[in-house]
């Protein structure tokens, strides 16, 4: 059977309705939101700090520490409170994804820790994580060569599709989600994660449409920084 309409109506190559703020978290030393359709992640970031215990110290460089969670109330059925394998793996892919965008090499033995939280669960928390971070990451003021930017691409029956919802993650003859991150000025991917299967020419395909979510993406991130810092040079 073909997928010939997508259950929300949007074409396929069309991203959910997406918000961008940042500064929602008056305490943190940088914070952001950002929401993908029924997806809302938030992130604080507090640092560089000291680290502690000093034996974790780099003098080199300071270190870059994501912790990803939901929220009990994120999902329909309440999700259990805590760390599990999955949020351990998210936030491990969230710190791989960030990291190449942000140099902490003028603050050896810190650490920047960046929380995550999803208030509401729709499909893709990792990558509106990722987002809300980069954001709330240029916030904090961290030295970056770019945000970053990620969202997810895949297959839903037969058709490739850009910003998969939880509906079309559940579709009855299976989905292949592939969460991406890039850096948009240079185009470098910072996280490619699969899971289902994909042939060669579809991935072309879905990689293609992860471009154009991640530029609409980019002005967004870049309207809500503007819009509390005012211009940014070098755009
Ligand atoms: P991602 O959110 O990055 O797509 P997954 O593919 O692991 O990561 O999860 C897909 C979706 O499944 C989540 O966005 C959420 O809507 C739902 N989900 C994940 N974990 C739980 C849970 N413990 N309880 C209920 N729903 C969950």
């Known amino acids: 059977m073909s997928y010939t309409k997508r259950f929300d109506s949007r074409k396929f190559d069309e991203p959910r309705e997406m918000e961008a703020k940042v500064g929602i978290v008056k305490r943190a030393d940088g914070s952001a939101m950002f929401r993908m359709g029924k997806t809302i992640a938030i992130a604080a970031v ?123 993650e559940d579709h009855q003859e299976g989905a292949t989600d592939i969460p991406v991150a890039m850096m948009p000025r240079s185009n470098e991917v910072t996280l490619l994660q699969l899971d289902g299967e994909v042939n060669k020419e579809d991935l072309i395909q879905a990689l293609r449409y992860a471009k154009k979510g991640v530029d609409q993406i980019y002005k967004l991130q870049k309207d809500a920084l503007k819009k509390k810092y005012g211009g940014i040079k070098n755009e």
Do not use: H, W
């Open 46 to 168: 507090y640092g560089p700090r000291q680290l502690y215990p000093s034996f974790l110290q780099n003098p080199e460089t300071g270190i870059l520490r994501c912790n990803y969670d939901m929220l009990s109330f994120s999902v329909t059925d309440r999700k259990r409170p805590g760390p599990s394998r999955r949020s351990v793996e998210i936030s491990l892919v969230t710190t791989n994804s960030l990291l190449p965008a942000i140099d902490l090499s003028g603050f050896p033995n810190t650490v920047v820790d960046v929380f995550i939280q999803i208030i509401q669960a729709d499909a893709g928390t990792r990558c509106c994580g990722i987002c809300a971070a980069s954001m709330a990451l240029a916030d904090a003021g961290i030295p970056m060569k770019d945000l970053v930017c990620a969202i997810s691409v895949g297959k839903v029956g037969d058709k490739v599709v850009l910003d998969l919802n939880k509906e079309e």
